[in-house]
């Protein structure tokens, strides 16, 4: 197991603080505590962003569109987790939680937040957390292809009561199996589970775009987090019902842009979120 905090992780973080640097009119998000979980480098490389003018796209070359479609898919998870939260919802699990402030945007009376992730994450997050307010989160630390993730989590205080699950920015690093099973322990933990996710599938398109896209995605493996797992939108449906699940909202790129980009940024085209129930 990597003992480094994740970097994927790190660079989500920045990029919802480079949004809450635009003015409010133009932001896909709102996160004024992003920033709060930044490293000394990942601050500097705002701080040149912000002076440059260049919290747009052309910020990663190699893969236009990354920076818009990781805000909308947040977004996305959002929407749907406070809706599920104002309908009742009083347990959320985080999947792969990073550097996510969801237990302190998002926290409501009686509602208990459980983040699961790497150690070498959670301990980092947890330090850094330290000077906010406390809020009701409990810190779950698993490996996804080795731990067993429902005896974690029941150990950590989980009750088998109607839950939501996120799992944003993970399942793409995953062995099938392992998403596969990962599934499977989501749906035995609570008589009613909601899910969001997101995926990844690879741009069958020859030309030179496509192609620089699916070599975008094969950098990954440079910070030590190779993209392993892809599904393409349309076999979707298919794959979350043969796992167990009813999806309920699938917002593929041209939907995520039209739901949330208000300016000239584009969404990377090569992933999409989704909304899913247990059947």
């Not at 705002?46 to 747009?56: E, H, I």
Request: hydrophobic share 40%.
């Amino acid at each position: 197991m990597d003992e480094r905090p994740s970097r994927t992780a790190e660079l989500v973080c920045l990029v919802r603080a480079t949004d809450q640097a635009r003015p409010v009119a133009e932001r896909i998000l709102d996160d004024p505590l992003a920033e709060r979980f930044l490293g000394n480098v990942s601050k500097a490389a705002l701080s040149t962003l912000k002076a440059s003018g260049r919290l747009g796209e052309r910020a990663i070359e190699l893969a236009p569109g990354l920076l818009t479609y990781v805000l909308c898919r947040h977004r996305f998870i959002d929407e749907h987790l406070t809706r599920a939260l104002d309908q009742g919802i009083r347990q959320v699990v985080l999947l792969g939680a990073g550097y996510d402030t969801r237990p302190w945007r998002l926290a409501r009376p009686g509602v208990q937040f459980f983040e699961v992730d790497h150690p070498a994450t959670a301990l980092r997050k947890a330090t850094l957390a330290d000077s906010l307010e406390p809020v009701a989160r409990t810190s779950v630390q698993v490996d996804f292809e080795t731990d067993d993730l429902g005896q974690a989590l029941r150990e950590a205080g989980l009750r088998p009561e109607p839950t939501f699950f996120v799992w944003e920015g993970v399942s793409m690093y995953l062995t099938r199996a392992a998403v596969k099973q990962t599934l499977a322990t989501v749906l035995s933990l609570a008589p009613s589970v909601e899910l969001a996710m997101d995926l990844w599938f690879l741009l069958d398109s020859q030309d030179r775009s496509a192609t620089l896209h699916r070599s975008g995605a094969g950098l990954l493996h440079l910070l030590g987090e190779p993209v392993t797992f892809g599904l393409h939108p349309e076999d979707a449906p298919d794959f979350l019902r043969r796992c167990g699940l009813d999806c309920l909202d699938l917002a593929t790129p041209t939907a995520l842009e039209a739901r949330y980009v208000h300016d000239e940024r584009r969404v990377y085209p090569a992933c999409y979120a989704v909304h899913a129930r247990g059947r």
